[in-house]
Structures are given as C-alpha cells and as structure tokens.
C-alpha cells in the first residue's frame, strides 16, 4: 500500500490472466473488465488514531474518580450514526478494456467512474 496516497495496487496478475485468455489468432474484439469493491474491503482498512489533549489552566483538578457517563458515549453514537454514509471505501477505476487484432492486445483502456466507454 502506498501509505503517502492512500492507495492499494490492483492485482495485475489477474488482469494480465483475464486478458491474456484472449491473446489468440482470429480473435477480434475487446475484452471489458469490471472491477468492484467487495464489502468486505471496508475490513481491510487501518484506522490510525490520533488524539491531542487540551490542558485548561483554569479548571479546578479534583482527585476523584471520573466515570464516563452514557451520554458522553450516546452523543458519539448519534453522531457516527448520523455521518455513517460518509464513511466509505472507493476505487476509482471503473473497467479496463482491452482492443485485440488477430490476437494481439493493441489498446488498453483504464476507465474511471466518471468515465464512459464508447
């Protein structure tokens, strides 16, 4: 994973296999490739936490034992249920097709999602 942009490498042995079935005499055409995310990519994801403690000069420090309540636990409930849509893992490649003449891979075409092929 290339951690400096958030990216993953598509695994190229199995577009090279799904193009290569292809390479054959006579054939004409283009062979299209859907990529989609399976659910369970989102398992895959390392969250790196990071917290920055704020130190208030001017509140009264009281040795006594603090208990988290449930509303400090609700209120981030809520708010994760509120922003869950948010939180997705997307790949920006939509399809890769390929041009064949007589066997031979002459094009090779990344399409993003917001592109459409002709």
């Known amino acids: 994973m290339d951690t400096a942009h958030n990216t993953v490498q598509l695994p190229l042995e199995a577009i090279e296999r799904a193009l290569a079935v292809h390479a054959l005499p006579g054939f004409f055409g283009y062979v299209k490739i859907g990529v989609r995310l399976l659910p369970t ?11 920055h403690t704020i130190t208030r000069t001017n509140a009264v420090k009281e040795e006594v034992h603090v208990v988290a309540s449930n509303d400090r636990f609700n209120s981030v409930r809520q708010t994760i249920q509120e922003k869950g849509t948010s939180f997705k893992v997307s790949c920006s490649v ?22 459409r092929w002709a």
Do not use: C, P, Y
């Open 41 to 51: 990519a989102a398992h895959e994801v390392l969250l790196d936490v990071e917290h």
């Open 94 to 115: 939509r399809e890769i097709v390929g041009e064949f003449h007589d066997g031979f891979l002459k094009s090779l075409k990344v399409m993003s999602s917001e592109e």
